[in-house]
């Protein structure tokens, strides 16, 4: 149909109409087609198990729970897969015997192809670059390990962030199967489905969200951890508390000298309840992948995160997730979202549990004499992408979004902070640590 010029100008103005004359586009549905384009939507629905269990001692003997775990998967179908498992060394030099256990454990399991233990080195310095990375990938060639095989990656949360990344990437993604080996780890990231490495100075800035083929919890690994580390990872089980579970949060206060003593069956009781927290939130949270700005388990995280970068990584991530909930829990007091008892009552679990309310690193400055840290909001909102999102509390167990911090209010929670924890007698540890 040829259709009036008039009145196509009209529709589409003159512009459009020369553009679709040159380029030979004359009857009015080719036109129209050519303004509304076409396409259609499509929804694509997935429906991932996230498998998370508790044992102790996974890979004794007499414990099937791996072995049946695993088979549920390809080795069900009657075909041997391969096992792939990556090591960190501290832990592989807490446990001496382990690397012996693992491979007794799969030669006795049929179905199983063992590829071995490979033992590298974790903790931060794994993270700050690629070299570890790099040989996650060659052993996984090496090994042909395919998407149909485990790898199995056992150590602190900063090992299973890289060994996580170079698995969900190898071949679009090789299935993992994560053992965490710290309380943070246990208690808060291997349940996550996330990874990374660092880059740019920041952190995290490479990676993916990667939802692990199961997470094993394993007890016998909480207790071998440096003291000082053991406990600092509770402070994401007091974050999740905060924000989800008021009763659990009476309960690490109630809890809290056994915990600070690392009484094992308290800390236990403590990493699996905040795991199954983190682990709710994420599979019925609604955003698993994180694609909008609203971020709880990110409480008190802004600051931490800046922190951790302003220090080059020297104040470990619990320390400053621990001083990052104690600001932005005073911001919700001094706000009037809670009450001075219930932020008092915060301050004081994390001194109770050796934690630190302040760093040194609050008092840098960039050339206008403005904390250095207040830039970490707009690095946050850099990361979440859209509007800058911050909770805050409305209550213990009850958080709140907002958009906007003052950094006047910032300056004055920082300094109530470092006061109350020097004017502390509850400060179990020298915060010089
Ligand atoms: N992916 C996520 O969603 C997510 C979430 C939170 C934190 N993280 C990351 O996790 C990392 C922090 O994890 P972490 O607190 O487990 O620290 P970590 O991995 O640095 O481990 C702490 C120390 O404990 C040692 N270690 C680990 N297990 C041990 C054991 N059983 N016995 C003896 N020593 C042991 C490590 O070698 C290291 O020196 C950070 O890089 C942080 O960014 C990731
Ligand atoms: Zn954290």
Redesign the pocket.
């Known amino acids: 149909m040829v259709v009036n010029e008039r009145k196509l100008i009209h529709i589409v103005g003159r512009q459009w109409l020369d553009h679709c004359l040159l380029a030979n586009l004359l009857d009015l549905t080719s036109v129209l087609r050519s303004i509304f384009m076409n396409g259609k939507d499509y929804t694509i629905s997935l429906e991932i198990e996230h498998r998370i269990r508790f044992t102790r001692g996974a890979f004794t003997g007499g414990n099937r729970m791996l072995a049946g775990l695993l088979q549920g998967g390809e080795a069900a179908s009657g075909r041997v897969v391969k096992v792939l498992v990556y090591l960190?060394q501290?832990?592989a030099i807490?446990f001496p015997s382990l690397v012996d256990e693992i491979g007794a454990y799969f030669t006795d399991c049929p179905g199983f192809d063992f590829r071995g233990v490979r033992v590298d080195v974790?903790?931060?310095e794994c993270?700050r670059n690629e070299k570890v990375l790099r040989r996650v990938w060659d052993g996984i060639e090496e090994e042909k390990v395919d998407r149909h095989s485990y790898v199995l990656v056992i150590?602190?949360?900063?090992?299973l962030?890289v060994v996580g990344f170079g698995a969900a990437t190898a071949h679009r993604g090789v299935r993992l199967v994560r053992f965490p080996?710290?309380t943070?780890?246990q208690d808060?990231?291997g349940v996550?489905v996330?990874?990374?490495i660092n880059a740019f100075g920041k952190?995290?800035w490479i990676g993916s969200f990667a939802v692990p083929y199961a997470v094993v919890n394993d007890f016998q690994?909480l207790h071998?951890?440096?003291e000082d580390?053991r406990r600092d990872?509770l402070v994401e089980a007091v974050k999740v508390a905060l924000v989800r579970d008021g009763d659990f949060f009476n309960w690490l206060e109630d809890n809290a000298d056994f915990l600070y003593d690392l009484k094992p069956v308290v800390l236990e009781e403590a990493v699996e309840r905040s795991a199954i927290l983190h682990a709710e939130h994420i599979a019925m949270g609604g955003d698993p992948f994180e694609t909008g700005s609203s971020r709880p388990l990110d409480y008190g995280h802004w600051s931490a995160h800046k922190l951790e970068q302003l220090t080059d990584f020297a104040l470990?991530?619990?320390e400053a997730v621990s001083v990052g909930v104690a600001l932005d829990t005073v911001y919700s007091w001094r706000t009037g979202r809670i009450s001075e008892e219930d932020a008092h009552r915060v301050l004081d679990l994390l001194l109770n549990l050796g934690l630190p309310l302040y760093h040194e690193a609050f008092e840098l400055r960039d050339s206008e004499g403005k904390r250095k840290v207040v830039a970490g909001l707009e690095e946050f909102r850099e990361h979440l992408g859209g509007e800058l999102t911050v909770l805050l509390l409305r209550a213990i167990g009850k958080g709140e979004d907002v958009h906007q911090l003052d950094e006047c209010l910032l300056d004055l929670c920082i300094e109530y902070n470092s006061e109350y924890e020097k004017n502390s007698h509850l400060l179990k540890v020298d915060v010089g640590r």
Do not use: R
């Open positions: 960190e501290a832990v807490a974790g903790a931060e993270k150590g602190g949360g900063a090992f962030d080996t710290t943070l780890s808060d990231s996550g996330k990874n990374g952190k995290n690994f071998t951890q440096p580390i990872g470990s991530h619990a």
